[in-house]
């Protein structure tokens, strides 16, 4: 195959993965709803340079040992696991917002968006982690997502054809560091508007415990495909 092909089908088969709703997208989502735009990017770049660590063990060969070693893979299994229910025990403890942090827009006339003073003084009474905290999160929750493991390796030994150069190879790996960075970015970007946010804020907490459950079930699902 051409090398412009493998990079359109790669490029295809990335955003499919990468927009398609799971625990990376879950941890955003949690990130936009409980602190802010700049909390969310950090964790947006943790996702990132999570997947250097998928790329590079897949250009290396140590992919294809995960996953045919049933030992390895079931440990990373397993960790996988807890850490998913770690961050989906902090969205169970998501709590509603009270009265006065939900009905001060309400108070605007003429019905705008929240004004900067607003928003400042809502974030000023969240306890933010810090900025590697939240790079830290999110290289976490993708170098521990078992499924990235198998998508890489798949692409690497399937999509990739053996003979290409490790130099074009590197490239791709590349081009998907970019695009995961650049995806996530713009979507802590989109939910972080003011409007977007605003609502988030009233109603986030739902949305908290359902990535939360999200989570648990796939924690849940990996468990069991083990034991099965």
């Not at 996953?67 to 169970?92: G, P």
């Not at 796939?218 to 069991?224: C, E, G, S, T």
Request: charged letters at 15%; hydrophobic letters at 50%; proline letters at 3%.
């Amino acid at each position: 195959m051409p090398v412009l092909e493998q990079f359109l089908l790669i490029a295809m088969v990335h955003f499919l993965a990468v927009a398609s709703p799971g625990p990376d997208f879950a941890l955003i989502l949690k990130q936009s709803i409980r602190y802010n735009r700049r909390i969310a990017i950090y964790t947006s770049f943790g996702i990132a340079a999570g997947i250097i660590v998928h790329v590079t063990y897949s250009l290396v060969g140590i992919g294809l040992l995960i996953a045919s070693d049933e030992r390895l893979f079931t440990a990373l299994k397993y960790i996988a696991a807890s850490y998913f229910c770690y961050i989906a025990w902090h969205c169970f403890k998501s709590k509603k917002p009270d009265s006065e942090s939900s009905t001060f827009a309400s108070e605007d006339p003429d019905n705008n968006a929240l004004t900067q003073n607003e928003i400042t003084k809502t974030e000023t009474t969240i306890d933010n982690p810090s900025a590697k905290k939240a790079f830290f999160s999110g290289f976490l929750i993708n170098a521990l997502n078992v499924k990235a493991t198998l998508f890489f390796v798949s692409l690497f030994s399937v999509v990739i054809a053996p003979e290409t150069l490790l130099s074009i190879k590197i490239a791709y790996g590349a081009y998907l560091v970019v695009a995961t960075a650049a995806w996530f970015c713009f979507l802590s970007y989109m939910l972080t508007q003011e409007r977007v946010r605003y609502v988030l804020q009233r109603k986030g907490y739902i949305l908290d415990r359902i990535m939360g459950l999200i989570l648990l079930l796939l924690a849940i699902q990996l468990v069991l495909s083990d034991l099965n």
